[in-house]
């Protein structure tokens, strides 16, 4: 709206006029959450009360009862209270930076995500959807606007680590380092071994071996080894420094080809027979292998580099906030107040 006087433009006053509406309105609001009701944190405009973050401690307690019957160590509701503060402030946050950056979540994204949260539970565990949203996040359950609200920060929360680091960032760097590895020279060897239990079984081994009788053979009918003993005990194209240093030894220091160690090798395992078939060197990684090691690594490395990405944002954030006077939160880990006497199901306040 611009008012004109002459040739003028003028609208100080209206924009100031503007302005002291809606401090009055964020006041009023608040006023009217607070009216008989303690604020345990505060950002912008939205409230956690001391009743609604009670009534999310005591579901999630009470989900800790089995543990507690069978003996295990439980966070203290202290604890809990500043996990769930926490996560409030983050919530609100998140919601909040969405907005200003256009990043949007529906409600078919929503259903979309409780849908994959209900096959990862299913999967996972023997407890139902409805039992983790009340016994892990302490919220009212699956038709809740608690949880639809949660479920929104939590879509929001991946779309802003999209925006922060790219799965094409990500990629290269990981591409660069894994085709390094294809080009990058290694000492390897190809080894048998024979694992048993004892000194004395090992020398006996030795014994048998001395002889004649076949290596493979050996390890088929003696070998503790799961992973090779069918195998006649071999294990192909093993780097320095992949097996434990006691073994590494004896495949790269003490044995040439073709010879077997005249005395039994002790490690955490066992005691080893070891037979050095070959020993050269050869690429760090087989190219062959690349695209699939840096797909893996990708699926595994995006999401992390997302996250730190975003907790690094809201970190700076959060002081932000607490610098303009939009948070409020409480110094632990000084408790809070105990309990009130009522809980009443309160309504989730609109971000």
Excluded at 67 to 92: H, M, T, W
Excluded at 248 to 273: C, N, R, S, Y
Excluded at 292 to 320: C, F, G, H
Aim: one cysteine or more; hydrophobic letters at 40%; a negative charge.
């Amino acid at each position: 709206m611009l008012l004109r006087q002459g040739n003028h433009s003028w609208k100080g006053p209206l924009v100031n006029l503007k302005h002291a509406i809606v401090a009055i309105l964020v006041a009023l609001t608040l006023a009217a959450c607070g009216a008989g009701m303690q604020i345990v944190a505060r950002v912008d405009n939205v409230v956690l009360t001391r009743q609604d973050l009670d009534q999310r401690i005591s579901r999630i307690e009470k989900g800790f009862q089995q543990q507690a019957a069978q003996g295990l160590s439980l966070p203290s509701r202290l604890d809990i209270e500043q996990e769930l503060v926490s996560q409030f402030i983050d919530q609100q946050l998140t919601l909040s930076l969405a907005r200003q950056r256009g990043i949007t979540v529906s409600d078919a994204e929503v259903n979309e995500q409780i849908e994959r949260f209900r096959q990862q539970i299913q999967m996972g565990s023997n407890m139902s959807l409805e039992q983790a949203i009340q016994e892990q996040l302490g919220l009212p359950g699956e038709s809740s606007p608690e949880f639809r609200l949660f479920v929104t920060y939590f879509l929001a929360r991946q779309k802003l680590g999209a925006t922060l680091v790219s799965e094409a960032d990500i990629r290269k760097r990981i591409s660069d380092e894994v085709m390094a590895d294809t080009q990058r020279m290694v000492d390897v060897a190809t080894v048998a071994h024979i694992l048993v239990a004892t000194e004395e079984e090992a020398k006996r081994v030795i014994e048998r071996l001395d002889k004649g009788e076949s290596f493979a053979n050996l390890a088929k009918e003696l070998s503790q080894d799961p992973g090779s003993a069918q195998n006649g005990g071999v294990y192909e194209n093993v780097q320095r420094g992949q097996f434990v240093p006691e073994f590494d030894k004896a495949m790269f220091e003490d044995l040439q080809p073709g010879e077997i160690t005249k005395t039994p090798v002790q490690t955490q395992f066992g005691w080893h027979v070891i037979r050095l078939v070959s020993r050269g060197q050869a690429p760090a990684l087989d190219p062959a292998k690349a695209p699939a090691i840096i797909e893996q690594r990708v699926a595994q490395e995006l999401p992390i580099e997302q996250q730190n990405a975003v907790r690094s944002l809201l970190q700076s954030e959060r002081q932000k906030a607490i610098q303009e006077q939009r948070l409020v939160e409480p110094v632990f880990p000084t408790p809070t107040l105990a309990p009130l006497p009522t809980i009443a199901p309160l309504p989730t306040p609109t971000p």
